[in-house]
């Protein structure tokens, strides 16, 4: 095993340290502040081909693959972003790119990467459902055949960033649960345009991640041509086992990044405040839990790094991203709880950011997948244990 990164690995973090530190805390709170889309980082990202990072160079991409994106979002997290980057690259590079190109076809590919190489316009991913939740074999949402189209009906929730997705990767069922002849059969992905007659979307009012919308998703009758369907019709779930580690893997990402971001806000906070005549950072009190918390962060670092390089070598992954997702969403929370208690009552003033990071990152003990469905997978899938739910 090597475990030493790679000159490449070492450029990328230096380019993107350069890049964000144009765009640091008071930039993102600012943009909190507003509930704004960070555009002018976006564009700059395009620009220096960061959007392309996991897409092939024939399609003008950089040709890498998750292990480097992991390590952009890491970076990107870790220079002010906090935790909210995560979702801007979930949304584009793996929602859209990464599953067009595993399993969409040459012309799906053809059409959609360059473009979003480019960063022409960005991707959404319509998945999650009222009732369905973390049961996703459970979707109701219904594509019908009718000659060379489907008819697409049905309702999705927490949807990010659908006010501004040029593409949408919407999941359905081409044959009801109750009729398919094994529950992972049956779904199927479909590339939309989010702005077709038959989609519409209502926004939900949320605690943090002010810079990405999420929204209710209503579909009424939603024409689309065959040549939409991504793959073979009914074996979504397969092609969505990629995408869904994918976005574990950038979630950790994001959580590494905002779990080192609270750290170094925490630690040199504590080496300037002098109490009682001494600087805070001296005593155990303060120093035991930041020490413990870096450990953790380091250990769910490690971990992530090995489930990008199994994706990205085409090798089974899913029990590396979602152990890694798991505790880095608990080291990443934790740390931003932690400053905040280090930094006591300036903690909870918007002045010192770490509230913002402490809202955001909250979001990633519940999404893309609890922590207790992440337990109820290792048991099962890794310990042996019978199904419990």
């Not at 969409?104 to 009732?131: H, I, K, N």
């Not at 740390?335 to 930094?343: K, R």
């Amino acid at each position: 095993m090597d475990f030493q990164t790679s000159e490449e690995h070492a450029l990328i973090r230096e380019s993107i340290r350069q890049l964000a530190s144009r765009y640091g805390l008071e930039y993102w709170r600012e943009k909190d502040r507003q509930h704004a889309f960070p555009e002018e980082l976006w564009r700059e990202l395009a620009q220096a081909g960061w959007l392309g990072t996991i897409i092939p160079e024939r399609y003008g991409g950089a040709g890498m693959g998750l292990l480097e994106m992991a390590i952009v979002v890491e970076e990107m997290a870790a220079s002010g972003a906090g935790a909210t980057i995560a979702q801007l690259f979930m949304m584009t590079p793996v929602f859209g790119a990464l599953t067009i190109l595993r399993h969409g076809s040459e012309e799906q590919r053809e059409r959609y990467l360059p473009a979003l190489a480019r960063g022409e316009f960005d991707f959404s991913m319509a998945l999650t459902e009222p009732d369905a939740g973390s049961d996703t074999l459970a979707t109701k949402t219904l594509a019908r055949r009718r000659g060379d189209d489907y008819i697409i009906s049905g309702q999705k929730v927490w949807i990010s960033g659908v006010d501004r997705a040029g593409g949408m990767l919407l999941v359905a069922r081409t044959t009801p649960l109750e009729e398919a002849p094994r529950r992972t059969f049956g779904l199927s992905l479909f590339l939309v345009d989010p702005r077709a007659p038959g989609i519409s979307y209502l926004p939900l009012e949320k605690v943090g991640t002010h810079c990405v919308t999420s929204s209710m998703v209503f579909i009424d009758e939603l024409v689309v041509p065959r040549t939409a369907l991504v793959g073979e019709e009914g074996e979504g779930w397969r092609y969505l086992v990629d995408t869904l580690n994918s976005e574990r893997i950038v979630t950790t990402a994001g959580c590494v990044g905002a779990g080192d971001l609270a750290i170094k806000l925490a630690v040199d906070y504590a080496n300037a405040r002098v109490v009682f005549g001494q600087k805070i950072g001296r005593h155990q009190a303060i120093q035991f839990p930041l020490a413990r918390l870096k450990a953790e962060i380091e250990m769910a670092r490690l971990m992530n790094y090995k489930a990008a390089w199994l994706l990205d070598h085409h090798l089974p992954c899913a029990a590396e991203a979602n152990m890694a997702k798991m505790v880095a969403a608990e080291a990443a929370f934790n740390a931003c709880d932690q400053a905040m208690q280090t930094l006591g009552g300036y903690g909870f003033s918007t002045e010192y950011h770490i509230e913002r990071l402490w809202r955001d990152v909250r979001l990633f003990r519940l999404a893309p997948i609890s922590q207790e469905m992440v337990l109820n997978y290792i048991a099962q899938h890794v310990l042996g244990l019978p199904r419990s739910y």
